[in-house]
């Protein structure tokens, strides 16, 4: 499982745990995740997430 980064506020999606509260269930790849879904912290697009490495 692999953790993705928001660039603008540091907000990070871990697949393993996903983010229940936005529907999205644990163990949910990134790549599964709509193109249109937006940071719930900052509202930035997907596409400013980079991989992190923990």
């Known amino acids: ?3 993705w980064q928001c660039i603008v506020c540091g ?3 871990d697949e393993a745990v996903g983010l229940p509260e936005e529907g999205i269930t644990a163990g949910t790849a990134w790549a599964d995740i709509p193109e249109d879904w937006a940071c719930p ?8 997430f ?3 490495e923990v």
């Open 11 to 13: 907000f990070i999606y």
């Open 50 to 52: 980079d991989m992190v």
């Open 41 to 48: 912290d900052c509202g930035v697009a997907k596409a400013d």
């Open 1 to 3: 499982m692999k953790k």
